[in-house]
């Protein structure tokens, strides 16, 4: 059996991805991150793109916490795109990941420029809970987390970072399906009449 194919959107902060993974609408809901391979896979696929720290230890041995977390961050993040207070378990959930595993800035001054680079004060599973936890609570509490949003499309449940005033949608594919729906809906009503 193939890997699923995870809804990573690629340009969306590690907090908004992790919570995406927790997929669907109503009875169609998929856990991305249901079994342990799926978790390893996932973390895999992420874990460059975004900078996580390395988890020798790997992510999939620890299935609950990994789970749990993720369904605190989603309820974050929903809550703060619904203009909704959270549960506070879920609150509680993100805030002792994030403590488990502080970061500290560290500038680097090479050729001229400087540049910042997070460095964790811990390692494995720990630290990359605690970078996806620190990065829920940057998104919720910067001045602009109204830019949070949830896709356009009815079918669609990810959620985005809306980089653009008139973004709707979590992908291209969403808003091409959701204007093919609109097309047909228009002419199947014209020719209905």
């Known amino acids: ?19 995406n993974t927790r997929y669907g609408i109503g009875d169609e ?14 973390f895999t696929l ?16 620890d299935e609950a916490r990994v789970r749990a977390l993720r369904d605190a961050v ?9 203009g909704q207070v959270p549960e506070t ?22 050729a001229g420029s400087p540049t910042a680079h997070r460095l964790d004060t ?3 599973s720990t630290a990359v809970l605690g970078r996806i936890a620190t990065c829920c609570i940057d998104l919720v509490t910067r001045p602009h987390s109204s830019i949070l949003r949830r896709c356009g499309s009815p ?8 980089n653009h005033s008139r973004r709707r949608y979590c992908h291209p594919s ?20």
């Not at 808003?175 to 047909?184: G, K």
Request: net charge negative; aromatic share 8%.
């Open 1 to 19: 059996m193939d890997g699923p194919d995870f809804p990573i959107l690629g340009t969306e902060p590690i907090a908004v991805e992790f919570a």
């Open 29 to 42: 809901r998929i856990d991305f991150l249901g079994t342990a391979r799926w978790i390893e896979e996932w």
């Open 46 to 61: 992420v874990s460059a793109r975004h900078g996580l720290p390395p988890s020798d230890e790997g992510l999939g041995g």
């Open 74 to 82: 989603h309820n974050v993040l929903s809550a703060a795109i619904d």
């Open 89 to 110: 378990g879920a609150v509680d959930r993100v805030n002792t990941a994030a403590a488990a595993a502080p970061t500290h800035p560290r500038l680097d001054w090479t």
């Open 122 to 124: 811990t390692g494995g």
């Open 155 to 162: 079918d669609c449940s990810l959620m985005f970072v809306q």
């Open 174 to 193: 969403c808003a091409h399906r959701d204007r093919q729906a609109r097309y047909y809906r228009r002419h199947l009503k014209g020719a209905t009449s």
